[in-house]
């Protein structure tokens, strides 16, 4: 997150912790990704619970810091104007748009268009989103016509239609990322994204067949179709099956929810029925039944296990971690392709769907998928060796860094935790309050304002300092120094029981008995500090660590 301190109409958060024995959680930060609060539901998932696994941490032992360390390095690999690296291109015409180049084809598809925005959101970079989205808009989308609504698929760096036909995977990202957006950062700026999204979700739903343009998704078996221009309707994509986004919309929709319900459950059957009974790998393009199919116009073979094909383990894992709602078909379909790569030693990334025939590398976008498969395979032996794999593989570069780089970047959040559902804040009771230089036991030093949820109430703090005198502890517990780099101090006259250290998750990151507390192994960012005295009282006091 760019801010600790956030301040709107449209709140959500992205900070859980829990503070007392009855769960009361309290959240900070830019988005809520916690546990529900306007929707009932048990399930075992991260959309019910708010609590996003960090895999590297949990199987492979990293700490928090490492983990994201590495996710801000990949950041700047592909996301610095200027670098070598980039994929992300500023218009030289208006540095306000932005588009992600396919730097071997030179070109702009709305697959990574879509991809560049959800990391975006995910990562709470809302300047180059909104950026993307401009040049989208502008370029890409139909504003009139048959194909009004829809996006063109593949423009030239101008902005020149390439071909005006679409490919579903870009709109399902771009609705679903403007969702988020939508819920992250509200909608008073200068683009009203649930407005832009809801938008989308009703053009590929209102078309009749005109000039052969049809919806995104067939009406009767409710699955994405290839595409929605001519015979192109009569077979799917499997990679296109995102039944998390399907789940959300379903939510989210203003329209057709129970449509997108059915689509969820459409995407799952459409994955399980493509994924090889012995290999567990799918197909380029399928039958709405799974059998693999290559249409006559295509040039290479879409029967086998190739490019698109990598992200159908990506979709499954993510659907795993977020909603859990097919469990033991998921389980049984990514162990059993982990158990393929094993068998190959992952040396190879093409195959015929049955496992034959293997030739290309093991790549850096496979890596990533295969280790979002991850979350859906018990066995932690296995799991390790592809995690492993993953953790030592750099991000690509070169003329054909783009297709990888962008599903390797996605895998890379799924698997760190950073991958998040953020939610509406709808049926949260707002409270506005305003106090003087200290608030919940923090001492502020200047005017300050920010949010925060507790279990599902959003208090909007307004702290006004009345002197610019720094703070003793007379004052209250504090912490010094704090900000923090190495190690920090409690100042009390109180005698320390135990000290709990929480980070960005709501996970206890270090502990301490003692009033001086080791943070020098924790990543910059902001964190609560739980400190239970001697006496059975406690106080909960914010930490920054630069």
């Not at 070598?84 to 730097?103: G, K, W």
């Not at 009749?208 to 015979?231: A, I, K, Q, R, T």
């Amino acid at each position: 997150m760019k801010s600790f301190f956030q301040f709107g109409l449209a709140i959500s958060f992205s900070l859980t912790i829990s503070l007392v024995a009855e769960a009361q959680s309290i959240t900070y930060g830019s988005g809520y990704s916690g546990p529900l609060c306007s929707e009932t539901g048990n399930g075992t998932g991260a959309y019910y619970t708010g609590e996003y696994r960090n895999l590297f941490v949990e199987i492979l032992g990293k700490t928090e810091k490492q983990v994201q360390n590495k996710i801000n390095k990949i950041w700047e690999h592909f996301f610095t104007v200027g670098s070598s690296s980039a994929v992300y291109y500023e218009d030289e015409r208006d540095h306000n748009m932005a588009y992600i180049l396919d730097v071997g084809n030179n070109d702009v598809r709305t697959e990574g268009q879509s991809y560049g925005m959800m990391i975006a959101v995910q990562l709470d970079h809302k300047t180059e989103f909104d950026k993307l989205w401009r040049w989208a808009k502008k370029y890409m989308q139909h504003q009139s016509g048959i194909w009004e609504g829809y996006f063109a698929w593949q423009c030239k760096t101008d902005g020149t239609k390439i071909d005006v036909g679409c490919a579903p995977d870009g709109e399902e990202y771009f609705i679903t990322a403007l969702l988020l957006a939508s819920n992250r950062w509200g909608n008073d700026g200068d683009i009203n994204y649930n407005a832009e999204a809801q938008h989308i979700l009703k053009s590929i739903r209102n078309k009749v067949g005109n000039g052969g343009v049809h919806n995104m998704y067939d009406s009767d078996n409710h699955m994405v179709v290839f595409s929605p221009l001519g015979e192109n309707v009569n077979f799917s994509d499997p990679s296109y099956c995102l039944p998390g986004f399907l789940e959300l919309w379903a939510r989210w929709a203003e329209t057709d929810n129970e449509f997108w319900y059915d689509a969820a459950e459409a995407a799952r059957k459409l994955l399980r029925l493509s994924c090889h009974s012995e290999s567990g790998l799918f197909p380029e393009y399928s039958l709405f039944n799974g059998t693999p199919y290559r249409p006559d116009w295509q040039q290479y073979d879409t029967k086998q296990f190739k490019f698109d094909a990598i992200r159908c383990a990506l979709n499954v894992g993510m659907d795993y971690n977020w909603f859990r709602t097919d469990s033991v078909n998921q389980v049984a379909m990514m162990t059993r392709l982990l158990k393929f790569f094993e068998k190959d030693e992952m040396r190879h990334g093409y195959f015929d769907w049955n496992g034959d025939n293997p030739s290309g590398p093991y790549n850096e976008g496979l890596a990533g998928t295969n280790g979002v498969a991850c979350f859906a395979v018990d066995d932690k032996d296995l799991t390790k060796q592809f995690l492993q794999t993953l953790w030592f593989t750099n991000p690509p570069t070169g003329e054909w860094r783009y297709f990888n780089g962008m599903v390797y970047f996605l895998s890379m959040l799924n698997i760190s935790g950073n991958f998040r559902i953020y939610k509406p804040t709808t049926g949260m009771e707002i409270i506005d309050t305003t106090v003087n230089d200290t608030y919940n036991n923090v001492t502020y030093t200047k005017p300050t304002e920010f949010s925060y949820n507790e279990g599902c109430k959003i208090y909007h703090v307004h702290v006004n300092v009345k002197t610019n005198v720094a703070p003793t502890s007379d004052c209250g517990t504090i912490l010094y120094p704090n900000p923090a780099e190495k190690t920090t101090t409690i100042a009390s006259s109180k005698e320390v029981s135990s000290v709990e250290v929480r980070n960005t998750v709501g996970k206890i990151v270090t502990t301490s008995t003692t009033k001086s507390i080791d943070v020098a192994n924790l990543p910059k960012g902001t964190y609560l500090v739980t400190i239970q005295f001697l006496d059975k009282s406690r106080e909960i006091v914010e930490l920054a660590i630069n």
